[in-house]
């Protein structure tokens, strides 16, 4: 059974700072990304990381952002990945996913709230 877990979210200060972890068991994936959807909004893109490194983020984080991969160096593809969130506004706020890119695999989702 292929799942990914999301980890980290919790409750922050404006201009705080959190570090969200995804996990994949049952596979590997050759990118991961982050989503987000804040509540009646559509989801969106955050961040993107692939097995050879290349990374992709939304404009509204660039520069606040980053991604990185927590597997062993020597790993061929991705299982576990983090995104380290700084110099967070209230408009981060909502649920945080991580999603096999290319896949029909998601989190359950874990929530960021930022208060200003």
């Known amino acids: 059974q292929v799942q990914l877990v999301e980890s980290g979210g919790g409750l922050v200060q404006a201009g705080g700072s959190l570090r969200l972890s995804c996990a994949a068991s049952?596979?590997?994936?050759?990118?991961i990304d982050w989503y987000r959807q804040a509540p009646g909004k559509q989801r969106e893109l955050v961040a993107g990381i692939t097995s050879g490194g290349t990374t992709k983020y939304g404009d509204s984080v660039k520069g606040r952002f980053t991604i990185s991969r927590d597997d062993a160096e020597n790993a061929v593809q991705l299982q576990r990945v983090s995104l380290q969130m700084n110099s967070l506004k209230p408009e981060d706020t909502a649920v945080y996913f991580c999603?096999?890119?290319?896949?029909?695999?998601w989190g359950q989702g874990t929530q960021v709230t930022v208060s200003s």
């Open positions: 049952g596979a590997t994936f050759s990118a």
């Open positions: 999603h096999g890119r290319d896949t029909n695999f």
